[in-house]
Each structure stands twice: as C-alpha cells, then as structure tokens.
C-alpha cells in the first residue's frame, strides 16, 4: 500500500482521500481551513456527501488517516514520505470568466521544496488547458532541475463525480489517465487500480484529459441549455415540455433530451464559461450559459408580471444549494434572481432547510409569492396545505412558482403553457386568477 498526501479536503478530495484509505493506504490529508481540519479529526463530515459520515467516522480514529493544516509541524514529513501527492484544490472563475489558480500557486510555494525524487503527481482539479503540462510539470522540473518521467510523475486525472454520489461514482467510472511519458501513467493507473478489480483506466496526454474533461460538462450543461430553451418555445405555444419531453424520449434510442430547470453550480456552469471565454470559437459554450443564466430572467419576468409589480412584495425563494439535496451553495442561481427582484424593489428571503443559516421557514410568514429553485426532497413532499400554513396566508393571496414541475398545484410551472400564456401580461392579478383556472376573474 503507498503513502499519500492528498490537498484539499473539498468535495472532491475528502471522498477521494475517504475512498483510498479505505483500501488500506496512508492517506495524511492537508487543507488551508482549519475549522474543517478540526471536523475531520472529530469524526464530523463539513458537509453533506453520500455515504461519506459512516467511512470517516472509521477513518477518524485510524492512524492511517491524518488530517492536518500546513501548521502542523508532521506537514513536511508529509509532502516528504509521498509515494503519491494528489492535488483537489479549487479553480474557482475570475470575474473575467477564466480559472483562478491562486489555490494552486499557494500549493506548489509549500511542496515543490520539499518534494523527493520518485513522487507521483496527480492533479484532480478541473483545469485550463497546458496547466497540469506548462505549469505544475515545468515549475518542479525548473525549480528542483528534474526531468519528469524519471525523477518525477506529474499527470492530470479528472474527477467525473457528481456531488451526492460521489463515493459510488469513484468506483463506478472509469478513469481517465492524462500523462504524458509511460511511466507517469504506470505509476497513476496502479494507484486507482487499487480501489478495486473493476476499475478501468483510460489513457490521454495530459492536455487531452483536461479538454476531455472541460468538453464533458460543457456537453451537458449545453443540453441542460438546450432543454431550456425547448421549455420556452413550448410555453410560447402554449404547449407543455414535459408531455413533449415524456413522448419524444419514450423508447427512441436517439431521444434523452434532458428536464428543463436551474442549472448553473461550480462545474457545469463553470467549466462552461472557462470554454467559452478561452477559445474564439466557443460560441455553442457562449449560447448554453446565456440560455441558462437567463432563466433568472425569465423567472423575473413572469413573476413581475404575475404580481403586477414587485415594489411592497415579499417574495420567497425556495432553495440556496445548486443542486437538489446538497448544501453546496457554489455559484446557484437564486442570488441572481434575488438580485434582479430587489433591484425592483421586492423585499426577499431565501429559506433553504439543508443550508445553515437559511433553514428557519419562519422567513416564509406572510410573502406574496414563493419560486421554487431547487428540487430537494423534502420539497418535492410538501403538499399544497403545508406551504399555505407556512406562508399563514389565503391561497389566492400567494403566488406559487415552480421552476422544476415538482409541485402540480402550482400557479405557474416552467416549462407549462397555457393558450393565452403571453397574451395578456399586464394584467398581474387578472393573469394569477386565470392561471389558478378561476374563470370569473379571467379576462
Ligand atoms: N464538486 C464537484 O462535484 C466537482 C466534480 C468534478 C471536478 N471538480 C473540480 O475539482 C476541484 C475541486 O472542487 P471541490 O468542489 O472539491 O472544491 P472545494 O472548494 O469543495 O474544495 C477545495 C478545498 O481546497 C481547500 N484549499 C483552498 N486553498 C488551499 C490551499 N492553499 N491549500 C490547501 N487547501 C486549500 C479548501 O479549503 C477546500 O476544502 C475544482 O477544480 C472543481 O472544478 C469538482
């Protein structure tokens, strides 16, 4: 069994680091924030992962695991004693919509003089192209005057997780091996060939495996920007997607056009962006994230329209966290939404019961209109009595906005026309009357 360091305990490298201890190696784990050091070490997961309390709360009291900040004095035997240094740090977007590698540079100022001959190197963060190669290879090659290949491995192996499932994705997906000499990829494979018999291990170059995988979340976001878009054209026809979406993907193996919804988060939205704006050409990467940031918009529109104005409304936003059942609140859609409402004059709360500090649903008392942005479970179980009680307001009196299709009560659900949808917009009270089917108020 080898010796790892793993840096960044994140979403990605804490499962990761959690996955291989559990196959017997050493793992000393290093991150800059030393409240979630301090959680680690106490057996207490900084965050909601699948799966990931049970392994840790083992891992907690094994000596095999160490978890530590750059101040613990055991930090250089650490880098020292690395068969394997495995790099998770983030790569969050500038505002100029490139990565930010500030994270990394900290990183490589601690390691690389303390690195010794025959480390591996793995980076698992999602990054621009020629990094792992014209940043991280070349800085230790210039700065301990080694060649990679022979005195050190440097390689790019992408996470392909999806957060909430990220232990089962580490077993199930193949990885994928960017290096570019043999041996580096030798001696990266035989490290994920340690989780199990059943991995496999694809091979690239280095800077292939990180178009590899900036391509693989574009793709996807692209169709999530796509299904949105179809989710509009249908409403201007008043027509309903998900009738459309249910028939035209029903056994034809070329169909699995996606639901539509908010989309957006630190990868899919992200590593969209980093594409668009680091090639000329990236005008489908360009298109995806304005179709799907402009949800917001949309949303704003309708529910302007629906509540006629948004000067002295109170309008709740169900939904912090990016994505449904997480607490992971990296780049969500609901403060651009909550910003375009208050710029109008809306006064807002965000309640979201698996984010600290947004899980009181007493914020929800007395508004005038609720827009769901994000599917969590608990949501999806909510009946139409339980939000009333909530809101403590008559039904007619409360606007509801489901932009996921989770709740069929609701006054208005993305992606469902009605005929005289777009007709008559000005008409905010009217229009609600109408949308609830109440025929006398309806123009
Ligand atoms: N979250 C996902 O589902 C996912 C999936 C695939 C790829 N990725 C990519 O993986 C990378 C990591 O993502 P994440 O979601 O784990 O990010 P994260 O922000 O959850 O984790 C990064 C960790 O690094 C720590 N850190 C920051 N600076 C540090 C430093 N100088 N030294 C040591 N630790 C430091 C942070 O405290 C944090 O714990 C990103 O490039 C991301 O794009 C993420």
Redesign the pocket.
């Known amino acids: 069994m080898a010796r790892l360091l793993s840096?960044?305990?994140?979403?990605?490298?804490?499962p990761l680091s959690l996955k291989f201890w559990s196959v017997g190696h050493h793992v000393d784990l290093?991150?800059?924030?030393a409240a979630?050091i301090d959680a680690l070490s106490a057996g207490r997961m900084?965050?909601l992962e699948e799966g990931c309390a049970g392994v840790l709360s083992d891992a907690a009291h094994d000596p095999r695991f160490q978890p530590m900040t750059?101040a613990d004095i055991r930090f250089a035997e650490a880098v020292a004693a690395a068969d394997y240094i495995v790099m998770?740090?983030?790569?969050?977007l500038g505002g100029d919509y490139t990565?930010r590698f500030?994270?990394y540079f900290?990183?490589l100022v601690?390691i690389v003089p303390l690195l010794s001959r025959g480390v591996t190197l793995v980076v698992?963060?999602?990054?621009a192209p020629l990094f792992t190669r014209n940043v991280v290879t070349a800085r230790i090659a210039a700065e301990r005057d080694w060649i990679p290949g022979t005195d050190f491995f440097p390689t790019f192996c992408?996470?392909?997780?999806?957060?909430g499932s990220?232990l089962q994705d580490i077993d199930d997906l193949p990885e994928i091996i960017g290096a570019d000499d043999e041996e580096s990829a030798r001696r990266a494979e035989a490290l994920f060939l340690s989780l199990g018999d059943h991995k496999r291990c694809l091979r690239l170059t280095t800077v292939e495996a990180e178009l590899g995988?900036l391509f693989l979340n574009t793709y996807r976001y692209t169709l999530f920007g796509l299904a949105n878009e179809f989710a509009l054209t249908a409403e201007q026809y008043g027509a309903d997607i998900f009738n459309i979406l249910t028939a035209a993907n029903e056994a034809y193996p070329r169909g699995g056009i996606p639901r539509p919804g908010p989309s957006r988060?630190?990868?899919l939205g992200?590593?969209t962006a980093a594409l668009a704006f680091s090639t000329p050409g990236g005008l489908i990467a360009h298109a995806a994230l304005k179709t799907n940031e402009n949800l917001v918009l949309h949303a704003a529109t309708d529910l302007r329209a629906a509540l006629g104005t948004f000067a002295h409304k109170r309008v709740a936003v169900l939904g912090l966290a990016f994505k449904a059942d997480t607490d992971?609140v990296?780049d969500n859609l609901t403060h651009p939404l909550v910003n375009l409402l208050e710029r109008e004059g809306a006064t807002t709360v965000v309640y979201d019961p698996l984010v600290p500090g947004y899980d009181d649903s007493a914020v929800l008392a007395s508004c005038d209109a609720i827009v769901l942005m994000t599917a969590h479970s608990v949501f999806r179980s909510w009946r139409e009595e339980e939000l009333l009680w909530l809101c403590a307001r008559p039904r007619d009196e409360v606007f509801v906005f489901d932009l996921w299709n989770i709740w069929p009560w609701a006054d208005r659900i993305f992606g469902k026309g009605t005929d005289d949808h777009y007709e008559d917009p000005g008409h905010g009270g009217e229009r609600l009357a109408h949308a609830r089917g109440d025929s006398a108020a309806s123009v």
């Open positions: 840096i960044g305990a994140g979403h990605v490298g804490l290093v991150d800059i924030d979630k900084p965050f750059y998770t740090l983030g790569t969050p990565f500030d994270q900290d990183v601690r698992r963060s999602t990054v992408p996470e392909r997780l999806m957060q990220a995988k988060g630190p990868c992200k590593d992971d990296r």
